[in-house]
């Protein structure tokens, strides 16, 4: 079983949709989770973190944590054609501080 | 300010020959990390140091690569031999580590690509 896993997609959502991206992982211990974005050819940057149980809202995204079920997602309301990237999920491993991050999730949306 | 900064950003090389790859972190920052990415291993830590000591290598594939980190502005990932496996997206990414976890900025990468 893979640290961090995500559907590799495409996800094809029409523009002003919501899109939902998904990832789970298996290091029960992990306490921090964060979502990348990455354009295609670029590097990625950090869009969101979420470090408790619950959602954490910052404008058009929001970070959805359930620790019991180790699973993080990602709403992005209102999508945009500008929205169109790879997200990547990435869970910090306690013991070694640092990153895990997934294959990453390809958003397609469509004007 | 100025990112991370890497050189070359894109490379081509034949098998055998040695590659190395260059970063400048953020100014102020302690903490550098090295990713490879490839479409079917996704983004991959090779390795990270803090105050320029290496602190985890355990992602380095094999005794062909090497990293230095000689001062706190100047790090380098080497390939010898370079094999045609080895071609990928190279990023550099560095933070500022205070204890907890911090955000880390990356690299615009290189692309090196092994005949």
């Known amino acids: 079983q893979k640290e961090v896993e995500q559907n590799s997609g495409p996800l094809s959502v029409p523009e002003g949709a919501i899109a939902s991206l998904n990832c789970t992982y298996s290091d029960r211990v992990s306490q921090s989770f964060f979502w990348y974005r990455q354009y295609s050819g670029k590097s990625p940057e950090l869009i969101m973190s979420i470090y408790s149980n619950g959602d954490k809202e910052d404008g058009r995204f929001t970070a959805q944590l359930n620790k019991a079920s180790q699973y993080v997602s990602l709403l992005i309301r209102d999508s945009q054609p500008s929205d169109s990237a790879t997200y990547l999920c990435?869970?910090?491993?306690?013991?070694?501080?640092?990153?895990?991050f997934g294959t990453g999730t390809r958003l397609l949306v469509s004007p | 300010d100025a990112g991370v900064i890497q050189s070359p950003r894109h490379e081509v090389t034949e098998m055998g020959q040695e590659v190395t790859l260059r970063c400048k972190p953020i100014?102020?920052?302690?903490?550098l990390f090295w990713y490879r990415q490839t479409m079917m291993r996704g983004l991959e830590l090779l390795i990270y140091f803090n105050n320029n000591v290496p602190i985890d290598d355990s992602g380095m594939p094999e005794d062909r690569f090497s990293a230095k980190m000689p001062n706190a502005s100047f790090s380098t990932l080497k390939i010898q031999p370079s094999e045609p496996r080895d071609s990928a997206v190279y990023f550099c990414?560095?933070?500022?580590?205070?204890?907890?976890?911090?955000?880390?900025?990356f690299g615009p990468g290189t692309r090196l690509l092994v005949l």
């Open positions: 990435a869970v910090l491993n306690t013991g070694f501080q640092k990153l895990v």
């Open positions: 990414a560095s933070s500022f580590r205070t204890g907890g976890y911090e955000t880390q900025y």
């Open positions: 100014s102020g920052h302690n903490s």
